[in-house]
Nanobody
Framework: VQLVESGGGLVQPGGSLRLSCPAS????????MGWYRQAPGKQRELVAI???????NYADSVKGRFTITRDNAKNTVYLQMNSLKPEDTAVYYC???????????????WGQGTQVTVSS
């Protein structure tokens, strides 16, 4: 099973970016999917998560600016980021709790990360 993020880049303050993360491989079922971020010198923190029924939760710092969605048919989670601020600069990681076709139980998978830089 693999998670591969895309959509990061350099954007000016106030701008927008959309991150995507498809899950691929021998997937039987996906539970919660989410996005985390890690800024230099800081711990990784939750940005947003979404249940398999589509119920989202957000960190207070991104509420009203970021929107998490998922397409269960494509095993993909998205993060629409609007009104970006310099403090949003970080490596963004995709996360998913997945039951593989070949391994019993649920496993927490991570992507390799995508850099988001907000700067003028």
């Amino acid at each position: 099973v693999q998670l591969v993020e895309s959509g990061g880049g350099l954007v000016q303050p106030g701008g927008s970016l959309r991150l995507s993360c498809p899950a691929s491989g021998s997937i039987f079922s996906i539970d919660t999917m989410g996005w985390y971020r890690q800024a230099p010198g800081k711990q990784r923190e939750l940005v947003a998560i979404i249940t398999n029924s589509g119920s989202p939760n957000y960190a207070d710092s991104v509420k009203g600016r970021f929107t998490i969605t998922r397409d269960n048919a494509k095993n993909t989670v998205y993060l629409q980021m609007n009104s970006l601020k310099p403090e949003d600069t970080a490596v963004y990681y995709c996360n998913a709790v997945i039951r593989s076709s070949f391994v019993a139980g649920w496993t927490n998978y991570w992507g390799q990360g995508t850099q988001v830089t907000v700067s003028s």
